[in-house]
């Protein structure tokens, strides 16, 4: 991948963002960090209030009436009849709405950088659930600049690994 010179690289997933800009040339980029984040994610004991709710089902016969109420389920059909059942509702991923959270924070940072005519060119990289997750955020002045998006995760890795990855893209 061709990277601009003097574009702005960010390369982000659901708790870290990086921020290089590019001093060398398109072919051969030589990015300098200017500005790092490391967003808190808590453990879920510290996140969450208290567990996942619970929900029953107190209906059986769906409308139909019972043998009490004067309806004879044999001669009227009657459907299909359930046991009452109990359930769980899903427990909230708190970690993934806290890396959700993060995406929008790192596309708004973008859309001011944009707005204040902080670059020219943008390269995206980032993990595919990260990417799709800022894809949804990105203003208008974010896409009229962005030359391309990589989707890897490459936030642990070192800047002339990063470079790498972008040249073999």
Known sequence: ????????VVVVDGRKLLMLRN????DY???????????????????????SGGASSTQSGAGAPSAAQGGSMHARGGGAQFAPSRGTMGETDFHQLEEERFAAEVA???RDEALHNSFESLIIVAS??????LRKHYHPSVSERLKGELAKDLTDHPVPEIEAALRSA
């Open 1 to 8: 991948m061709k990277v601009p010179h003097d574009a702005m």
């Open 23 to 26: 001093h060398g040339d398109a």
């Open 29 to 51: 980029p030589n990015l300098q960090v200017v500005q790092k984040k490391l967003h808190p994610n808590p453990k879920t004991s510290d996140q969450k209030t208290d567990s």
């Open 108 to 110: 708004g940072m973008l």
């Open 128 to 133: 595919q659930k990260t990417l799709g997750e």
